[in-house]
Structure formats: C-alpha cells, structure tokens
C-alpha cells in the first residue's frame, strides 16, 4: 500500500500541478470514499470501449458469464422484478444507487437493485450483483434448510461476485466479448497496477480499516456522537492516508460523514466482509487458474469454462451447511491467507521497487 500510495500521489501531484503532500486530498480521488481508486493509470481506460453499448447488454452479458460456466439462465421474474437501470430524469422516486441482490422469499424470486450504465464499473459490478443470485439459485435445494440458505459465510458471498468481477475485467475476456479488440496489446504492468489500485489494495485499508475500526467505535466503545466524524477522518488519515479537501481537522462535529456510506446506515458491522472477500477472490482465481486450468493467474479466461462451473457450483451448493473454514480447506487445499494476492501482484511490486531506485536516482542527481 505505502509503494501504491507514493505513485499516486506523485502520479496526482504531476497531473494537477501541485507540490507532492504527505497525505493525499480526497478531492484528487474519483471515489467519494477513496475506497477505490480507479482512473489513476492513463494507458486503461476501459470506459471508452462501452461507449456503444446498453445498460441491458451489460446486464445480459453478466448472465452470460454464467450461463457459459453451466448455471441456468436467470429466473423470467429476474427481469421483471428487478430495478436494474439508473431512475429516468424527471421521476418522482429517491433510489439508492448502491447495487444489492436480494432473495426475496428464500426461494426463486430473486431480484437485484441496480443504476447499470454502460462502463467498466457497472460491468464488473453486474457481475458481481449476479454472484449472489447465482449463490442463490445454487444453493436453494430441498437438502438445505431455508435457516441455511446462506453464504458460507457473509466473505464467501462477496467473494463470489468479487470474484466473477474480477473474471470480468481480464483481457482475454474483454476480447472475447467484442469490448477490447482482438488486436489489443496488453500492456501488463499497467494491468495490474490499474487492478491493485481499483478493486484490491486501497480497498483493503478502507474496508479492513476505517469502515470497520469506526464500526467498532461506535458499536462496541461507545464513541460518543460529538466525537464520530473527527474518529472517522482519523482513521481516514491514519489507515488510508488521505486528507480532507479542506485540510486536516477540516470536517467538524456538525457532519456525519460516515453516513454517507451506504453500509453505515443499511448494513451494519458488515463491511469487513468485503475485506475478507478481497483476500477469497485472489485466492478463488489462483487455485481456479493454476490448478483447474493450468494458465498463470494473471491475465487467464474461464469463460464457459464447465470444469470451473462445476468447482463453482459444488462450493455455492453447500450454502451454510458446512463450516466456512473447512469448506475453503476442502474446495482451496488452503487456509484464509493472502498468499494469492501477494503472488499475484508480485510482478507489480518489483516494478513499483524500480520506480523507487529511479526516482532517488533523478533526486540525487545521478
Ligand atoms: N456491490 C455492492 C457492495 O458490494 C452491494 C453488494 O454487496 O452486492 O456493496
Ligand atoms: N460494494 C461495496 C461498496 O461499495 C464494496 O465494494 O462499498
Ligand atoms: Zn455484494
């Protein structure tokens, strides 16, 4: 983080002229939160290949994911309950933006709230939002007591769709959905630099770090509320290493910043799952390529891949019927661990290591 966190913000600092800080302003983020930061790596940007296309296509797409790994084709009532595309302009109703899926009656009415737009980020989120229906369908079975018809754990269910997300995103697939051209040359470094920053590494330090380190604050210490938002920008600063637009002590008491986090105020104490998801994803993806299709992890493609659909769909049958631990023993050979992760951005560390000798180079002049 401390490696990605340097070229961001001298990636920032060049881009909008200013002297490199020591912490980096929430405003030089896309992301509200600074949850995730996409858009930081010039040579991706995937937006522009969506250009052409819908927010049904996008959404069809995800099932198709699906659909080619061997699970059945979303239920007809999917399409019609659901409320998949961002409120028209002019209509009277609020909507939460924030995606969900939900199962509604713990059987095959399943629905999905969604503002799909047509780029990269819907994309990998309509992936993501079908990792639960698909959790659903699989392990809605006369064996699994509607009590258990649940993730393996709240991580597992994430860490599905976090998983399918990221399938999502790889070039290979991309290519072979008609996004990227054939011809695309992938630049690899750029691949993965553009990955960690957007959907792995800051997210960990926000989701294992501020969301939840509040939470327990709150929850657990009785924090008084005159004191919510300094704790939240302390751990902002401290654990993510981002100021206020303002400057440091910039939000006051007046605010309640954490409650403009969807999860703060709907889905409480719940947040770490995504940190625990983000390390299951890595590890989803490295045993699904290296054991089941023998490919590096990093740029591999299992679309329509039936042996990987059935690994899927015996891991997401069991619902809650097995102990999560045991279940990624048996599916992993592993234990929760970030190994995976580690190995899979190791080909970025040791370039993000050169970047380093260059720049004390440059500065002392060599
Ligand atoms: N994609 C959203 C998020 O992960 C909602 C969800 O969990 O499905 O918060
Ligand atoms: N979907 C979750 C969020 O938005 C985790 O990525 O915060
Ligand atoms: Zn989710």
């Not at 899926?101 to 713990?106: G, T």
């Not at 999502?168 to 992938?186: F, K, M, N, V, W």
Request: proline letters at 7%; glycine letters at 6%.
């Amino acid at each position: 983080y401390l490696q990605l966190h340097t070229w961001a913000k001298y990636e920032l600092a060049r881009r909008y002229g200013q002297p490199v800080p020591k912490r980096i302003p929430a405003h030089w983020l896309n992301n509200r939160w600074s949850q995730e930061w996409g858009g930081l790596v010039d040579a991706i940007d995937l937006d522009r290949h969506f250009t052409n296309r819908t927010p049904e296509w996008v959404t069809k797409t995800a099932e198709e994911f699906y659909v080619g790994l061997g699970f059945p084709k979303l239920p007809e009532t999917f399409w019609s309950r659901s409320d998949l595309f961002a409120a028209r302009p002019g209509e009277k109703r609020l909507k939460n933006s924030h995606a969900s899926c939900w199962h509604i009656d713990l059987q095959d009415d399943i629905r999905s709230l969604m503002s799909v737009e047509p780029n990269a980020w819907w994309f990998n989120t309509a992936h993501h939002e079908l990792g639960h229906a698909y959790y659903f369908i699989s392990y809605t079975r006369p064996e699994v007591p509607p009590l258990l018809r649940t993730g393996a754990n709240p991580a597992f269910h994430e860490g599905i769709g976090e998983l399918i997300g990221m399938a999502s995103l790889q070039t290979p697939y991309l290519q072979s959905r008609g996004i990227l051209p054939a011809d695309h040359r992938e630049d690899e470094t750029a691949a993965l630099l553009d990955f960690a920053l957007g959907h792995a590494i800051p997210f960990m330090f926000w989701s294992s770090g501020t969301m939840t380190h509040w939470e327990a604050d709150v929850y657990t210490r009785n924090l008084p509320p005159s004191e919510w938002n300094a704790r939240w920008w302390k751990y902002v600063q401290d654990l993510q290493g981002v100021e206020p637009p303002a400057g440091a002590g910039s939000r006051g008491e007046e605010w309640c910043d954490a409650a403009t986090k969807t999860h703060i105020n709907d889905n409480p104490c719940y947040y770490y799952s995504y940190a625990i998801a983000t390390v299951l994803k890595f590890q989803f993806h490295d045993h699904i390529a290296r054991r089941i299709l023998h490919q590096p992890p990093q740029p591999c493609n299992y679309a329509n891949n039936r042996e990987v659909g059935e690994f899927l769909r015996k891991m997401l049958s069991t619902g809650a019927t097995r102990d999560w631990r045991l279940l990624l023993r048996e599916t992993t050979g592993e234990d929760l661990s970030t190994r995976a992760m580690k190995e899979y951005f190791a080909p970025l560390m040791a370039w993000l290591e050169k970047q380093k000798v260059e720049q004390s180079r440059i500065k002392e002049g060599h």
